[in-house]
């Protein structure tokens, strides 16, 4: 299975901030990559898929980049709505893996 | 507007099983799979398994054979899973949500909250 390691686990910041989560695989995936963010108490939302491409009525301040086994989301100038959780997923073949978060916290 | 409607949440008996919906609407309910995922309370997600509600071929995660089931009923565009053989391990959300045009998650249902105690 290949193994989604991201960080920070969990990262304290301030609105207006910009913010980097890295996730690496334990191999190539291909950009085969995706970014979710949860709200406490909420379903996942689709962020970024294919390493890049934001999905449908995502805010242009979220980007996607990486390639091979390095990948990052990185969230420009903060706003309040971003608050949560954000996980990684492959989709190179299966099982799908996530992985283990980063909690955005406020400052 | 795509949306996943899921059943509501369960109390179980350890040893017992549950089988949970998830209705869709707002797009062709055969033309994109159906994948469900399970998060365990503060942790990740795990993937669970897939179904091609076109012809109800399934792909499991390993770890999930055996215990789960799924299968649709494609004149309501509903999914189902069940899980056997339940212990308190099993106790979760589980999370249905549709396939993209790859294999990535593109929309969600709300979350059906299992528990399993005695």
């Known amino acids: 299975d290949i193994q989604m390691t991201q960080s920070p686990a969990s990262l304290s910041v301030s609105v207006g901030e910009t913010v980097t989560i890295t996730c690496r695989a334990s191999e190539n995936i291909y950009s085969n990559l995706a970014w979710y963010q949860q709200k406490q108490g909420k379903s996942p939302q689709l962020l970024v898929y294919?390493?890049?491409n934001l999905a449908d009525g995502v805010p242009s301040r979220f980007s996607g980049s990486g390639s091979g086994t390095q990948y990052s989301l990185k969230i420009n100038s903060l706003q309040s709505e971003d608050f949560g959780s954000y996980y990684c997923q492959h989709f190179w073949g299966t099982p799908w893996t996530f992985g283990g978060g980063t909690k955005l916290e406020i400052k | 507007e795509v949306q996943l409607q899921q059943s509501g949440p369960e109390l179980v008996k350890p040893g017992a099983s549950v089988k949970m919906s998830c209705k869709a609407s707002?797009?062709?309910?055969?033309?994109?799979?159906m994948k469900w995922v399970k998060q365990s309370h503060g942790k990740s997600l795990e993937w669970i398994g897939d179904?091609?509600?076109?012809?109800?071929?399934?792909f499991y995660n390993q770890k999930f054979k055996g215990k789960a089931t799924l299968t649709v009923d494609k004149s309501s565009s509903t999914a189902y899973m069940q899980l056997n053989s339940l212990t308190s391990e099993d106790s979760a959300v589980y999370y249905c949500?549709?396939?993209?045009?790859?294999?990535?998650?593109?929309?969600w249902g709300q979350g059906t909250t299992l528990t399993v105690s005695s």
């Open positions: 707002g797009y062709t309910f055969t033309d994109y799979y």
């Open positions: 294919a390493a890049t």
């Open positions: 179904i091609n509600p076109n012809n109800g071929d399934t």
């Open positions: 949500a549709k396939g993209g045009n790859y294999d990535y998650f593109d929309y």
